[in-house]
Every structure is written in C-alpha cells, then in structure tokens.
C-alpha cells in the first residue's frame, strides 16, 4: 500500500493563486479530494497527506476542514508565520487539532537569509514541544542555507522536499550532489522522493533522467528515511499520477518487501506520527 505523502488541494483563486501562471493552466480549477480518489483509483494508495500551497492561516484551517471530512486526507502539514511574535499562540491554537503534523513555508520564493534570520529560528525552535515537524522547500542553490538551519536543531524532525529541486532540466548536479550527502548525514533530516518530473523538461522526459538524482538520494539517506510523495496535482504539469508512480516503483522494482513497505507506507507514517 502508498501513503501519499504531498498532495494539494485548493478551490483556484485568481487574485489569491497568482503562483500558478498561464503556462500552469491546467491547475487553475478546484482540486478536491473526491479528485484524488478519482486520480489514485485501483492505484492502492492509503491515503495521503495534504500539503499548504497558501502562506495563510485560513489554508491551513481549509485543509484541517477537509481532513475532518474526507478519509483519504491522513494527516495536514499548515502554514503560521513562524516569524510572527505571537507564532507560539497560533501553533497552540492549530496543534490542537490531532490532524496537524507538521508546518511549511516556502522558502524557495523567500530571500535565502529568511531561513536564518532571528524570528524564523525563533519560530522553528517552538515546533517541537508541540510535536509538528517542518517541510523544508527550497531549490538546489538554497540548500547550503538549509544545511545551516537544521545544524541548529538537532532534535527537530525536517523533511526536505522534493530532493532539494535539482536542475533536472540540465543536468547540473555538482554542488546539489554535495550537499545532498552534508544534509543526510543529520539524523532528524528525511527526504520526499516527489517533484522531480517539474524539474525536468515537462513534456519531453525519460524515466533515464531521473536514475541519478534517485540514486544520490537513497544512497545518501538510506531506505528508512525517504518517503514516496507524489506532489499531485502539480505533477500533472509533467504528465500525472499513474506516470510519477510508475517511474518511482521502476527504479524501487528490485527492493525486497520490508524496503518497499519503508518507503511507500511506513517510513511517513512513523515520521509524521500518523496512526494505522
């Protein structure tokens, strides 16, 4: 069985969703639940976990709404601003719903000292006495920056996502390699295996050009701490669901069972502390 562990939902606002620009058309509509199941039918997925897509309270309330009302949502990674001097008090107020695991912000659109600066490590160094984790999302040249940030919390769960965004689309990996293998090496650090298929050439990939980037990834983490996620919809840009998976379980084929019940199922379960 799969546990997704990074799926969106949203009902598209132009005003509000300016990320999603004209080439990204496809996702400019309501994206729900009832969708996923639809996506993911006879694909034995579990569930999933829904992933913010709004830097705002009102998303992270949304996604709760939705968790509270549809089974297949197992678990809600939210937004508060982690900067805010008040951001214990919202963690208090959200954490209280047992559905909310984990935080994220997106530091890939934010100045790469964002993640350093004193009120976001103030607002980090508050997740763990409620029992959240936090999703790391940068892009390959932000990396060396979020090394930095986990070296301060050593007993803080992170997850980062998406490998890191390598540049897929042109092979250039020297100093993503690099850092991958420094960030692996922290304990409290796991990787999401999703949204690779973005980075590469949308409509012109190969299963090939990924094997290197998968390779560096599970040699570096090792099989119990990287987790399959599909980061649908947005994956559908490059193709969609059934083709994401396939190019996943290609290269996982040769795993014995207890690997593939990590990676597909377990290793997000015990991360995100989400029950059977």
Same mark, same amino acid.
């Given at each position: 069985?799969?546990?997704?562990?990074?799926?969106?939902?949203?009902?598209?606002?132009?005003?509000?969703?300016?990320?999603?620009?004209?080439?990204?058309?496809?996702?400019?509509?309501?994206?729900?639940?009832?969708?996923?199941?639809?996506?993911?039918?006879?694909?034995?997925?579990? &569930?999933?976990?829904?992933?913010?897509?709004?830097?705002?309270?009102?998303?992270?309330?949304?996604?709760?709404?939705?968790?509270?009302?549809?089974?297949?949502?197992?678990?809600?990674? &939210?937004?508060?601003?982690?900067?805010?001097?008040?951001?214990?008090?919202?963690?208090?107020?959200?954490?209280?719903?047992?559905?909310?695991? &984990?935080?994220?912000?997106?530091?890939?659109?934010?100045?790469?000292?964002?993640?350093?600066?004193?009120?976001?490590?103030?607002?980090?160094?508050?997740?763990?006495?409620?029992?959240?984790?936090?999703?790391?999302?940068?892009?390959?040249?932000?990396?060396?920056?979020?090394?930095?940030?986990?070296?301060?919390?050593? #007993?803080?769960?992170?997850?980062?996502?998406?490998?890191?965004?390598?540049?897929?689309?042109?092979?250039?990996?020297?100093?993503?390699?690099?850092?991958?293998?420094?960030?692996?090496?922290?304990?409290?650090?796991?990787?999401?295996?999703?949204?690779?298929?973005?980075?590469?050439?949308?409509?012109?990939?190969? #299963?090939?050009?990924?094997?290197?980037?998968?390779?560096?990834?599970?040699?570096?983490? &090792?099989?119990?701490?990287?987790?399959?996620?599909?980061?649908?919809?947005?994956?559908?840009?490059?193709?969609?669901?059934?083709?994401?998976?396939?190019?996943?379980?290609?290269?996982?084929?040769?795993?014995?069972?207890?690997?593939?019940?990590?990676?597909?199922?377990?290793?997000?379960? #015990?991360?995100?502390?989400?029950?059977?």
């Amino acid at each position: 069985m799969v546990l997704d562990a990074h799926v969106h939902f949203w009902n598209y606002d132009p005003n509000r969703d300016t990320w999603i620009t004209e080439e990204m058309r496809a996702l400019k509509r309501q994206l729900s639940p009832e969708d996923y199941k639809s996506t993911t039918e006879n694909l034995n997925i579990s &569930g999933c976990i829904a992933v913010q897509a709004d830097e705002s309270e009102e998303e992270t309330q949304f996604l709760l709404d939705l968790a509270e009302k549809h089974d297949v949502i197992r678990a809600v990674l &939210g937004w508060v601003d982690l900067s805010a001097e008040d951001v214990e008090v919202k963690l208090k107020k959200f954490s209280k719903n047992r559905l909310l695991k &984990g935080i994220r912000c997106i530091l890939q659109d934010k100045n790469d000292d964002f993640m350093l600066s004193k009120g976001f490590l103030n607002g980090i160094s508050k997740l763990q006495q409620y029992k959240l984790t936090y999703d790391i999302l940068v892009h390959h040249l932000q990396l060396e920056k979020a090394i930095k940030l986990v070296e301060k919390f050593p #007993k803080q769960p992170f997850i980062l996502d998406h490998l890191g965004k390598p540049d897929i689309k042109n092979g250039n990996y020297r100093h993503w390699e690099q850092n991958i293998a420094e960030l692996a090496q922290f304990e409290n650090v796991h990787c999401k295996i999703s949204g690779m298929v973005t980075e590469a050439d949308w409509n012109n990939w190969k #299963k090939e050009d990924f094997e290197f980037c998968l390779d560096t990834v599970f040699s570096a983490f &090792g099989i119990n701490k990287v987790v399959f996620a599909s980061d649908w919809p947005v994956c559908n840009l490059a193709g969609n669901f059934s083709r994401v998976l396939d190019l996943v379980q290609t290269f996982t084929a040769n795993f014995n069972k207890a690997e593939k019940e990590a990676f597909y199922y377990k290793n997000a379960q #015990k991360f995100y502390k989400i029950d059977n």
